[in-house]
């Protein structure tokens, strides 16, 4: 089967198209044959070797976490009437013609949803949902989400204005300012621009914002946690610019702002993670969410969707479709 494998780390240039087995499925196990690979910015980390410690991928591996496709085989302990269903499950070696995953994992998609929109909400749908329910939104709230353009942040800018918060997406450039306040956000800032985060105080008429998502860490993040108000959310989950936002606890606590760090807690029990994902492809097969599947790419350029997920130039989710499955 067609796969993309990583045998050295390194950049983009290191995911290289291969030919491997077909996996056969294990006595609890299925076989997927896969319609649409989630990438992440995860993926692009793990590929350059960081995160070892806690993420380790010994080499040569597939990349990927979650797939969405359709059960083409099941082990002997497993319902065969999973055969031919539509799933999504979170399982490594997603970047490959077939993959094998555990029954338990499966989720069956919504009659109607595409495998397209169910594979983009597999990470960022349950990780948005769960930093919204840590950041406490209520009725009214002013909420910053940093990296609004993002899969993830795309959707929280959603769930808030679902909420009836007054939403500010901070972003880089027109395009994905644009695309900010279409999905419901009432003021755009690019934070590519000097001051950014005074322009985001600013807005609020007053000292901040009560809630902030901070999806890009760094320097970024500290800039947005500066506008947090007394009394506020801090939730940060971003890398992208130059690693985690390491806020001072001291400041935070002086300041009796709460900051929530999902990346440094103990992974989620799986249970959860299954409620939080079955909560995602129904809000987005009624419409109530949607993500913004932003750039395709086929399964032998996963190089270059790579380089375009690090370089910020994709707007919202990046996916790689395979086969023929796509609906």
Avoid: C
């Avoid at 942040?153 to 644009?178: D, F, H, N, T």
């Avoid at 760090?261 to 809000?283: D, F, G, M, S």
């Amino acid at each position: 089967m067609r796969a993309i494998e990583v045998r050295t780390f390194g950049g983009p240039e290191v995911l290289v198209p291969t030919e491997l087995e077909a996996p056969i499925p294990a006595p609890e196990q299925v076989v997927i044959a896969v319609a649409a690979a989630d990438i992440i910015y995860l993926d692009t980390l793990l590929r350059a070797g960081w995160g070892k410690e806690r993420f380790p991928r010994p080499l040569p591996y597939v990349p990927g976490g979650g797939v969405a496709g359709t059960v083409i085989a099941a082990g002997a302990d497993v319902a065969r009437s999973w055969i031919g269903k539509r799933v999504v499950a979170r399982t490594a070696g997603g970047y490959a013609a077939q993959v094998s995953a555990a029954a338990q994992d499966l989720v069956e998609i919504p009659l109607g949803l595409s495998f397209e929109v169910a594979a983009a909400m597999i990470h960022d749908g349950v990780s948005a949902l769960q930093f919204f329910d840590l950041g406490e939104v209520r009725h009214g709230d002013w909420v910053l989400v940093v990296a609004a353009a993002g899969g993830a942040g795309s959707i929280l800018v959603q769930l808030a204005r679902l909420a009836g918060a007054r939403v500010i997406a901070a972003a880089r450039g027109p395009e994905k300012l644009a695309l900010a306040g279409e999905l419901g956000a009432e003021v755009v800032v690019d934070y590519s621009e000097p001051g950014w985060n005074a322009r985001v105080r600013d807005a609020t008429a007053g000292p901040g914002v009560v809630v902030t998502f901070d999806g890009a860490g760094g320097s970024l993040g500290r800039e947005a946690f500066a506008v947090t108000s007394a009394g506020g959310r801090f939730v940060t989950y971003g890398t992208a610019a130059g690693g985690m936002s390491n806020i001072d606890p001291a400041e935070a606590a002086a300041r009796d702002v709460r900051v929530v760090n999902p990346l440094l807690a103990p992974p989620r029990p799986k249970a959860l993670v299954l409620r939080l994902l079955r909560q995602a492809l129904e809000l987005a097969a009624e419409g109530t969410i949607r993500p913004h599947i932003g750039a395709t790419y086929p399964l032998e350029r996963a190089a270059e969707a790579h380089a375009a997920l690090a370089d910020r130039r994709v707007v919202g989710k990046s996916l790689l479709l395979i086969g023929d499955q796509q609906t």
